[in-house]
Nanobody
Framework: QVQLVESGGGLVQAGGSLRLSCAAS????????MGWYRQAPGKQRELVAT???????NYADSVKGRFTISRDNTKNTLYLQMNGLKPEDTAVYYC????????WGQGTQVTVSS
């Protein structure tokens, strides 16, 4: 099974930006739809962005126009560029396949202060 390691989170003020990275132990991005998920305290994990093997992207309404998902197949790395961050974006962010069937990593904490 592929191993996924997220990084790039941190504390940022509202309106700021962060870029998250997800390193995979092998190249699956070109053949599998991948997604970024987030889980806020007391809430269920939600899927916020996906990218298909062909490069098509899709976003949850709550992040559309602010977040951009991308990948670098040569580096086995998935990215999430987050701009215009809001306090409600505060959560632990994870990457996984769109089906969520790979083992979950530890995630990376994103905290947005108002």
């Amino acid at each position: 099974q592929v191993q996924l390691v997220e990084s790039g989170g941190g504390l940022v003020q509202a309106g700021g930006s962060l870029r998250l990275s997800c390193a995979a132990s092998r190249n699956i991005f070109s053949i599998t739809t991948m997604g970024w998920y987030r889980q806020a305290p007391g809430k269920q994990r939600e899927l916020v962005a996906t990218i298909t093997g062909g490069g098509s992207t899709n976003y949850a309404d709550s992040v559309k126009g602010r977040f951009t998902i991308s990948r670098d197949n040569t580096k086995n790395t998935l990215y999430l560029q987050m701009n215009g961050l809001k306090p409600e974006d505060t959560a632990v962010y994870y990457c996984n396949t769109a089906s969520g069937r790979s083992p979950w990593g530890q995630g990376t904490q994103v905290t947005v202060s108002s």
